[in-house]
């Protein structure tokens, strides 16, 4: 499956000529403090957010795909999410996969049991609690089979157990061959799973590359302007501000 770059995106105030590449069968981690630049270049890659530069889903770029082709190969979860009606969990995962013009049961039904809201399935969404209905969001960006998915923050409104349920099941798809893209603050999570990591800091990448490359300490102390730890020997490595 075709991986995703992104060459000299400039957006005025929010990004500064970013070229990153992001490759099929990994999961790539956006991180950098608020304001940094992460929302903007996940809206950018998925073609929402013009800028001067250019996007190319494998050799084909993507300002010159057909609009339904784009949807069915490309998924974005927002930040933040809501539903204008009072949507059955069902039905709002079903919409994933409109691209599609379809009701494929089984990616819905294997979409929700990804997240596990299996349980919900009849419920209103407006009756879940926040996590609950951030795990919704994701099972219907997960239901429409993205070659590339693009997540902002899949993680942050999750307990313990969804943080690393959820992380594992994003990067199960980056194995399956399809393209994994997260913003995420716990450097923790990042350390422990993705594959590589992109550092950004007003509007700008700072740097990308391994784990090891990008998680350290003395960077990202200078980088969020706090004192940072990293641990990555430890079992499940550990950055953390001191
Ligand atoms: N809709 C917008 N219009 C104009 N500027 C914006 C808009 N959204 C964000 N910005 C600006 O773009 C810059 C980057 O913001 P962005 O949301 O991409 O950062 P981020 O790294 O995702 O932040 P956070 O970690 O807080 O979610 C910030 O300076 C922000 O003020």
């Known amino acids: 499956m075709a991986g995703l770059s992104i060459l000299q995106a400039l957006v005025p105030g929010r990004l500064h000529n970013v070229s990153l590449q992001a490759h099929a069968g990994q999961m790539l981690g956006l991180i ?18 013009p800028s001067t530069g250019q996007v190319w889903l494998g050799k084909q770029r993507l300002e010159h795909m057909p609009l339904d082709d784009r949807a069915r190969r490309l998924g974005l979860l927002p930040q ?52 609950e209905q951030a795990r919704v969001w994701l099972a219907r960006v997960l239901a429409g089979c993205p070659d590339v998915l693009l997540a902002d923050e899949p993680m942050a409104s999750l307990d313990l157990l969804y943080q690393h349920q959820i992380a594992q099941a994003l990067q199960a798809y980056a194995r399956q061959g399809h393209t994994v893209v997260v913003a995420l603050h716990d450097l ?13 800091q007003e509007g700008r990448l700072e740097v990308i590359g391994s784990v090891h490359e990008v998680l350290n300490a003395q960077v990202l102390s200078r980088i969020y302007g706090v004192d940072v730890m990293v641990d990555l020997a430890a079992q499940p490595p550990v950055v953390l501000a001191r």
């Open 188 to 200: 923790s999570l990042a350390a422990r799973y993705c594959d590589q990591l992109a550092l950004m």
């Open 80 to 131: 933040r999410n809501q539903s204008a009606w009072a949507l059955r969990v069902h039905d709002v995962v079903s919409l994933g996969r409109l691209p599609w013009h379809d009701d494929n049961p089984e990616a819905i039904d294997w979409a929700m049991r990804q997240v596990g809201v299996q349980a919900f399935a009849e419920k209103s969404v407006d009756q879940l609690s926040g996590g």
């Open 32 to 49: 950098g403090p608020n304001g940094s630049g992460k929302s903007s270049l996940l809206h950018t890659m998925a073609g929402l957010l």
